[in-house]
């Protein structure tokens, strides 16, 4: 030890494989940062195109307009002739299934609805 304190470059020197080591490690660590990147890169592609994929595939799914020569039939409401024909028919249902109290409240119902419409030969007797 006293010769070290005396003769400085008695020092044991780094050893130079050390040395070099250090740069190339720094390297490795650079180039595995880079392929990190790049291949993030890759799963962002690929996951935009299958969302590019299954966009376009919706848009195919769905068309934009009716077809010229499609009818386009606007849902029903309660004015139009057949919900009060199905009306009817559900009462004459529960005729049929002995339900006759239920099916002169339905009537009646049906009667407030829609005052001014004839009612059915067969479903007069049941209103009077």
Do not use: C
């Amino acid at each position: 030890m006293l010769d070290e304190a005396v003769h400085p470059s008695a020092a044991p020197a780094a050893p130079p494989a050390a040395a070099a080591a250090a740069p190339a490690s720094a390297m490795e660590s650079a180039q595995m940062q880079s392929q990190r990147e790049a291949d993030a890169a890759q799963r962002y592609q690929r996951a935009a195109a299958a969302s590019d994929a299954a966009a376009k595939a919706r848009q195919a799914e769905e068309p934009a307009f009716a077809e010229p020569d499609e009818e386009v039939v606007p849902p029903a409401t309660a004015n139009d002739p057949a919900v009060r024909d199905a009306w009817l028919q559900r009462i004459r249902e529960l005729v049929r299934a002995g339900q006759l109290d239920q099916a002169r409240e339905s009537l009646q119902a049906f009667r407030a609805r829609y005052p001014g419409h004839a009612l059915p030969e067969d479903l007069r007797a049941l209103g009077e």
